[in-house]
């Protein structure tokens, strides 16, 4: 029953489940390690802090609404031409403003059972229904998603690499999905964790989304370059996309300090390198290690690993020792996937300190 005598949401939002964002605190620890949110543990770099402290002195003026230096820098850094990309606040504002511009009614998008949820909050905003391809082997796969198109399919959302699975579609995969969809669909092919994969069949798919009509490629400040706490991410896309994406963009979505720090990091080459490297070191040792104790770890091409325990319980039971020892990982319950926790890969102290907690948690 509607209330007549309040103003009532739109039908269904009352429906989205909101989204819980990876916990910060634990009660009576003063500095717990925060490991569940993919950050990078390393902070941002040096040479994007000072541009950030330097922007200080021009907070005042409203930012440049194209982002034109920005544009400019990512432009040149990946190969791309500047008009064809979208700028957010976060990729997570790229996948509204997608959502927003093509989404009517009674449409969907289809992704995988695993997907992102922050696809899925915008698409049920804009009345759309979600299809989710089953992922048995934690995977996406283009059959899967391929299966769940219907007439009313107006974009697909594959991650790659996947949060929280880990798990990541190789090139000739992502060509697969493409060659199968109708050309009115939209593919957002996410490549927020791209710079940590090594994996040689993983590609970019920046070379494919040039060619084509349908394909955004988005891409993010927050992992590699540190800068989750700025809200910078991008989605490179036909330009007939990015043009009808303007129309609607709220016109000052990415800050002034955002801009120049984002700039910055994009030059700091040996910050990207450290990164990438903490992750390369520690993610095959976490991996290793963990399943040395006797529980389950997906290979994992992202920055986090994701590890399955043999049930809820066990997992909850995990995760309470876990913050006993000051360490917060994430539970994806949210996701369907109750008995697993994603621990973000952290510094060396960090990671010990996941490591000893979950040896003594194995040992009872
Ligand atoms: C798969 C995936 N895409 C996108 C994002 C969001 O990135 P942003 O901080 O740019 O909104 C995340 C953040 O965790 C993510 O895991």
Not at 349 to 356: F, I, M, P, T
Request: some cysteine.
């Amino acid at each position: 029953m509607t209330d007549a005598t309040a103003p009532a949401p739109k039908p269904g939002i009352l429906d989205i489940a909101p989204y819980v964002g990876g916990k910060s605190r634990i009660e009576g620890v003063a500095e717990p390690m925060k490991l569940s949110s993919n950050e990078n543990m390393l902070g941002a770099g040096q040479k994007a802090r000072e541009a950030f402290e330097a922007a200080v002195r021009n907070i005042h003026i409203y930012p440049d609404g194209r982002a034109t230096k920005l544009r400019g820098a990512v432009a040149d850094h990946h190969g791309l031409e500047p008009e064809r990309l979208i700028f957010g606040n976060g990729s997570d504002e790229v996948f509204a403003l997608l959502n927003q511009t093509y989404l009517t009614p009674g449409d969907n998008i289809v992704t995988g059972q695993y997907g992102f949820l922050a696809y899925r909050i915008s698409a049920l905003a804009n009345q759309a229904s979600v299809k989710l391809a089953p992922e048995p082997q934690f995977k996406a796969t283009p059959e899967a998603l391929l299966a769940e198109v219907d007439e009313r399919t107006r974009i697909v959302y594959v991650s790659s690499p996947s949060n929280p699975t880990g798990s990541y579609n190789t090139a000739e995969e992502i060509r697969r999905l493409h060659e199968g969809l109708r050309p009115d669909i939209l593919l957002v092919i996410d490549e927020a964790y791209a710079e940590y994969v090594t994996e040689p069949d993983w590609e970019t798919s920046f070379p494919l989304a040039r060619d084509s009509e349908n394909i955004v490629v988005t891409r993010t400040f927050s992992k590699i370059h540190g800068l989750g706490g700025l809200r910078i991410g991008f989605g490179y896309a036909p330009l007939k996309v990015a043009e009808a994406v303007d129309r609607i963009r709220l016109p000052f979505n990415v800050s002034v300090p955002g801009i120049e720090a984002a700039v910055a990091a994009l030059g700091d080459e040996a910050h990207q390198q450290a990164s990438r490297d903490l992750i390369q070191t520690w993610r095959p040792r976490m991996t290793q290690a963990i399943r040395g104790f006797g529980f389950e770890v997906l290979p994992s091409a992202g920055n986090f690993v994701l590890v399955r325990f043999s049930d809820a319980a066990q997992a909850q039971g995990a995760n309470d020792y876990l913050n006993s020892k000051g360490v917060i990982v994430r539970p994806v319950g949210g996701y369907g996937l109750p008995d697993c926790l994603r621990i973000t890969i952290g510094t060396e102290d960090q990671n010990r300190a996941v490591l000893d907690a979950l040896s003594e948690f194995a040992a009872g």
